[in-house]
């Protein structure tokens, strides 16, 4: 891997934590050139001091017009070999409970971010590149109190094989990642009561939640040349749940 990564360009959105962080790290010590995006300001300053290379840009991308203008200016002349769309908040409630603005709230990062990224940055894509978007296993299988979460991680799917069809003559493959629960800072709300948890793992043949490394690894797969004939696919990392 090493090989392919060095002197690539990849980006990474949802920086800050999580999966977004983990990525970043791996990637910056596989040689790329990594571009860190965060509405967080603190913990891209905190990756920068443990990882100096990476090239921190604190953005929230929730802001369709001024997230678009401030990446233009960004990546103006920066060729990208690879986009990793992993921004996205979870609001889970039962469906009697939500809002209006929780809806838009969720659309505009989980949705409207993932392709207003995308389409900004196009122009300045190496034919060849990859792009990866964070779905859910909730994309593709219900949940309770995930209403909204599920609906716009199923529209990420939707979008993934949108730009798979419309960009694979520039060579460029669009695959997205359906995890199931990664215990990361916006899942631990959500699943850190034990009846629930144990609930969740009960559908799961392998009775556990994802680690880090079992999200981003594959991530990183897609984004080499390991994974050159894979293209508009969701793939599914959720120990099993879904053969059940």
């Known amino acids: 891997m090493t090989e392919y990564f060095k002197n690539k360009t990849i980006v990474v959105t949802g920086a800050g934590q999580g999966i977004g962080r983990d990525l970043c790290k791996r990637l910056d010590a596989l040689g790329a050139t990594v571009y860190a995006i965060s509405r967080s300001a603190g913990p891209l300053t905190e990756l920068k001091a443990t990882n100096p290379r990476i090239l921190t840009v604190p953005l929230d991308l929730s802001d369709w017009s001024k997230s678009r203008s401030e990446l233009v200016n960004v990546f103006k002349g920066v060729k990208i070999d690879g986009l990793v769309n992993n921004a996205g908040i979870a609001i889970c409630k039962p469906v009697t409970e939500l809002s209006e603005q929780d809806f838009d709230d ?16 196009l122009p300045n894509f190496n034919d060849g590149g990859s792009i990866v978007n964070l779905s859910s ?22 979008l993934t094989r949108a730009f798979a069809l419309e960009l694979g003559p520039r060579n460029i493959r669009v695959n997205s990642v359906n995890p199931t629960v990664v215990l990361t800072a916006m899942s631990i709300p959500n699943w ?3 009846t629930k948890a144990e609930k969740m793992k009960s559908r799961i043949p392998l009775h556990r939640f994802a680690e880090l490394n ?3 690894d594959p991530i990183i797969f897609l984004l080499s040349d390991k ?6 696919n969701s793939l599914p990392i959720e120990g099993g749940c879904c053969a059940c």
Do not use: C
Not at 227 to 232: A, T
């Open 227 to 232: 994974s050159s004939f894979i293209n508009g």
């Open 106 to 121: 969720t659309m505009n990062v989980n949705v409207k971010a993932v392709f207003n990224v995308t389409q900004t940055l």
């Open 137 to 158: 296993l909730a994309g593709l299988r219900a949940f309770a109190n995930h209403a909204i979460y599920s609906a716009s991680k199923a529209a990420v799917d939707g």
């Open 214 to 216: 079992e999200v981003s």
């Open 192 to 194: 850190s009561e034990p």
